[in-house]
């Protein structure tokens, strides 16, 4: 005997209401940063030693800024998710576990706007 | 009822189920724990990166500043760690694409793929850094 109602079946939710969408996000996320990741990489390497001038110069370029953009957006969410894994894991205590996955939540959110902020302000002047 | 439980739950010798301190250690399980360990350091090493692009959109005096701080051995030291970690972090979740599949779950492969994890993070982090200390000629970022 089963007790999951036929919607229940249909919708594929499960308890929590989300599905796959938690894995499929760190999927996602994870292989545009593989690609990206590459990116910086290289590009940090280029910039080794620059100065400020030639570095702004360089993040202000759109084929730098835009694929720069791109990764601080998929690694802020791609980390996200990750480090509520993490929490959810490790601390039990149901006030411990909700206050840290809202720091959680906070602290990537404050990286992103940091670091896609930063690069518009690059890329747009000032 | 609660009285003989306590006694019984003190005196038995129970067998523990399988857990992180009675497996022996095996590539995989090193690696998987490793996975974890890298990807929290990536996660608070984000500040650094953050930094770096606050200080570039900030002007050519805080920007010195902060590269003046990664050019110290300490600094060297934590971006040479921050470059293995995501190089080992990316190389895992790379292994975790192929397990997704389906496939790659023989005790063979399993162990060559987990090697293959530490090898790609050794000898990318040698390549990146090799590269940058003898052809850049720099130190900082």
Known sequence: ?126 | MAEAKAERGAKAERPLSPHLQVYRLEINMVMSIIHRITGSALYFGTVIVACVLVAVATGAGTYDHVTGLLSTWLGQLVLLGYTWALLHHLAGGLRHFIWDTGHGFDLKTIDLLSWATLAFSVTGTLLVWGYALFYAGGAAP
């Open chain 1, 1 to 126: 005997m089963t007790m999951r109602t036929p919607l229940k079946n249909v919708r594929y939710l499960g308890s929590a209401k989300e599905g796959t969408d938690h894995f499929w996000k760190q999927r996602v996320t994870g292989a545009a940063n593989a690609l990206l990741a590459a990116f910086a990489i290289c590009l940090a390497l280029s910039l080794i030693g620059a100065d400020h001038a030639t570095v702004k110069t360089t993040l202000a370029k759109p084929l730098v800024a835009l694929p720069l953009l791109l990764f601080v957006v998929s690694a802020s969410v791609h980390m996200r998710l990750g480090m509520q894994v993490v929490i959810e894991d490790y601390v039990h205590g149901e006030g411990a576990k909700i206050a840290l996955v809202v720091a959680n939540t906070f602290f990537a959110v404050a990286i992103g706007a940091a670091g896609v902020f930063s690069i518009l302000k690059i890329a747009f002047g000032g």
